[in-house]
């Protein structure tokens, strides 16, 4: 066909080349021919290329009738080149039909190739009593097995083929390596405990068949030498997990740890001592078993316990916990300070938190659920450094500013607490520690032992966070923290505080900013800015008392009150008098008194007597220690002076105490001190006395001049 279409082609293309051409009509026809034919070309080739390549010429939809007489007619074609009957019974398939596809084909050759294998024989009950697992012949001790008795395993390989299994794989075990032949006798009655029936024809398991092997090992002691290969390490371990070797190994150890020899504590013997103690098996129940397993733990880390001391040490310290709790024994035993501290500062926040959520009546809180008692400042700043991982006693500033800092650190607190309690699903303190949670509590999970059916106290506090109680026959533990590491988030804002204070107090230690949360930040802000501008009112209102010049205060007003009573009395003298008082008794002149003079000394003067002094005292006699001032001829005594005034100058030009002249009446010490000053200033122009290590002193440019002023 188109062989015929091409040479009709060439036909109408040499009549064209003639000149012979058809019209515009016939030429169309013509292409439209054309494009049909190359169409329906293409289609015929894409047809074939499909049918070749897919399923195309199969139904769509095949269904179960189609799948049967396929089936039927290939289990007949294939009946003739069917395999002898042996291999028939063997359930093997018949060969691929030709024509079939590729995978058919090779599913055939696996089945053809699978069916001249000789037939596997199929193990009887016998044969699998007579199979040892590799789990079994791992745990029997190697001296008690090996290859003369039976020992299937060629080194670490698989079973050896012409090695028969000799034992059982249950019961000849315990039987053979578990009897503890070269044990001592009271190691062999351990094990007979673990196969033996009770009277009651049961056999001992779990608790109380370690609780019976601990008891009739509890004063067993082991001289032998110590293995020197490691032991397994065990979590939850007894006597029946331990070989014979591991297991005369153990009480060898135990012999130096009650003899306080112990070198090493490996960690299943560790476990194995701690179910012993717990039972009340080695100490006494009470605080000397309580004592064995703070040793237990101390020396875990001290001896670092075979590479696992901070695993051991951790489940002592647990151990230590529920044995408190069990014996009710003191709090303080239980847990570490640490715990307890941190414990104490979680308490105080979530206290804090509490009352600013009532003051807010934020989580359908209210006035009525305030605490009874409300942390101050100081406790939770205190808190806040205990709980946060930037340490604020490195800071010089925070240290030198505690009452500053304790102040900024509780507003930003109440603010962020205020904050979380409005605006976030989960409050400021769980957000740092945890949430709070109450689980039961099941104590000594890992170790065998038995436990009383009751607490002894309903209610057992460990610390300020956590507690066990007793609910409807269970015991719960309430914690009120999940995580007991130190809060980063919590140092990140303390170091903010920080810093935002020492820019606030103009201190030149200044650090430096680092990424901060803004409201976090303008929180921090707010409070240091407040606090600062708190703090220099209060130094403007401030009132500064020198507590030095209350004694001047006093003797002023002393000498104020003696002058009003002398006043007072002279008013009240009767009218009728011999001689009228004078306004202001006038100094009269005594007659001259010889004075005793020291040696290298002037003779004394004569002394103006005045009998009545300003301060309302009349004076006799000058001091016989001291010198005598002399007086003017006019009887008045130089620059105002008096005479007290003048015994004092004499005794401290000489250096002498001058306590002695005074007393009741008389003013005090500092105020006859600024009144010498005061009279003298006139002539000297400047102080004549002064105080030099709380002692008065005269001033030594004058002491020549006031010698010659009051004549001495």
């Known amino acids: 066909m188109d062989q015929d279409y091409k040479q009709g082609e060439r036909a109408r293309g040499t009549s064209a080349q003639d000149g012979r051409g058809d019209s515009p009509a016939a030429i169309d026809s013509r292409a439209r021919q054309v494009i049909d034919r190359i169409l329906q070309g293409a289609s015929e080739r894409e047809r074939a290329i499909f049918s070749q390549r897919t399923f195309g010429d199969e139904p769509i939809l095949r269904t179960g009738a189609d799948l049967r007489r396929e089936r039927e007619a290939t289990a007949s074609a294939a009946a003739p ?13 018949p060969a691929p039909l030709p024509g079939a596809s590729g995978r058919e084909e090779r599913a ?13 024989p199929r193990p009887t009950h016998d044969d699998a009593l007579r199979q040892r697992s590799w789990l079994d012949e791992l745990d029997a001790p190697l001296d008690a097995d090996g290859p003369s008795s039976g020992w299937p395993y060629d080194g670490w390989s698989w079973p050896h083929p012409d090695v028969a299994p000799s034992r059982p794989r249950q019961g000849a075990r315990k039987a053979s390596a578990r009897t503890g032949s070269n044990l001592p006798q009271t190691l062999r009655e351990l094990r007979r405990l673990e196969t033996e029936p009770q009277p009651n024809g049961t056999r001992l398991t779990g608790v109380s068949l370690f609780v019976a092997q601990a008891r009739l090992a509890a004063s067993y002691e082991d001289d032998s030498a110590p293995s020197p290969f490691g032991v397994r390490y065990r979590y939850s371990v007894s006597y029946r997990d331990l070989s014979n070797e591991e297991l005369r190994g153990y009480f060898a150890w135990r012999t130096t740890w009650r003899a306080h020899r112990e070198d090493r504590i490996p960690y299943t013997y560790g476990h194995i001592l701690a179910a012993e103690l ?30 696992m001391a901070s695993g051991l040490a951790f489940d002592a310290r647990r151990w230590i916990r529920d044995y408190a709790v069990l014996h009710n024994l003191p709090a ?22 509490q009352a600013v959520l009532c003051e807010a009546g934020a989580r359908d809180l209210t006035p009525k659920d305030m605490p009874a008692h409300v942390p101050t400042d100081a406790d939770v700043w205190k808190a806040m450094a ?15 500013n505690p009452q500053s800092a304790a102040a900024v650190g509780a507003a930003v607190f109440r603010a962020l607490a205020k904050h979380c309690g409005k605006r976030r699903k989960t409050n400021l303190v769980d957000g740092l520690v945890g949430w709070e949670s109450s689980v039961g509590w099941f104590p000594f999970p890992d170790l065998p032992c038995t436990l009383p059916k009751e607490l002894p106290s309903p209610t057992y506090r460990i610390d300020a966070c956590t507690r066990v109680t007793t609910l409807a026959g269970r015991w719960f533990i309430y914690r009120g923290y999940e995580h007991v590491g130190r809060s980063r988030d919590l140092g990140r804002i303390l170091r903010a505080m920080d810093r935002q204070m020492r820019e606030d107090w103009d201190d030149p230690r200044a650090l430096k900013p680092r990424p901060l949360a803004k409201y976090l930040e303008k929180i921090v802000v707010q409070a240091s800015a407040e606090e600062r501008q708190r703090e220099l009112e209060a130094e403007s209102r401030k009132i500064v008392i020198d507590l030095s010049k209350l004694g001047g205060i006093r003797a ?3 000498t104020t009150r003696e002058a009003l009573l002398v006043d007072e009395e002279i008013e009240d003298e009767p009218a009728a008098t011999t001689a009228p008082a004078p306004s202001s008794p006038a100094p009269t002149a005594s007659a001259p008194m010889a004075h005793p003079a020291h040696a290298g000394e002037k003779n004394a003067a004569p002394s103006v007597a005045n009998p009545t002094a ?21 009887g008045q005594t130089p620059c105002g002076l008096d005479f007290l005034e003048l015994k004092v100058i004499a005794r401290v030009s000489e250096g002498k105490p001058f306590s002695d002249l005074l007393g009741p009446g008389k003013p005090m010490a500092s105020v006859l001190v600024d009144s010498i000053n005061e009279k003298l200033f006139d002539e000297l122009g400047d102080t004549a006395i002064e105080y030099v290590d709380g002692e008065p002193r005269l001033v030594p440019d004058y002491v020549e001049d006031v010698r010659d002023i009051c004549g001495l």
């Not at 055939?108 to 596997?120: F, H, I, Q, T, V």
């Not at 880390?301 to 075979?306: N, V």
């Not at 205990?386 to 030198?400: D, G, I, K, T």
């Open 556 to 558: 002023a007003a002393a």
């Open 332 to 353: 303080e035993l239980a847990t570490s300070a640490d715990e307890r501290a941190f414990a104490q500062a979680v308490a105080t926040l979530r206290t804090a938190e």
């Open 386 to 400: 205990a709980l946060s991982s930037y340490n604020v006693e490195r800071s010089p500033f925070l240290r030198n």
């Open 81 to 93: 080149s069917a395999a002898p009957a042996d291999a028939g019974a063997t359930g093997m398939r």
């Open 278 to 307: 717990v039972n009340g098996i080695g100490a006494k129940p009470g605080m000397p078993c309580l004592q064995e397993l703070v040793r237990l733990r101390d020396r875990a880390t001290e001896l670092d316990a075979d590479g």
């Open 108 to 120: 055939a050759l696996r089945r053809a190739a699978r069916a001249e294998l000789p037939p596997r």
């Open 614 to 634: 300003t301060d309302g005292t009349t004076e006799a006699a000058t001091s016989p220690t001291s010198p005598n001032p002399v007086a003017a001829e006019d």
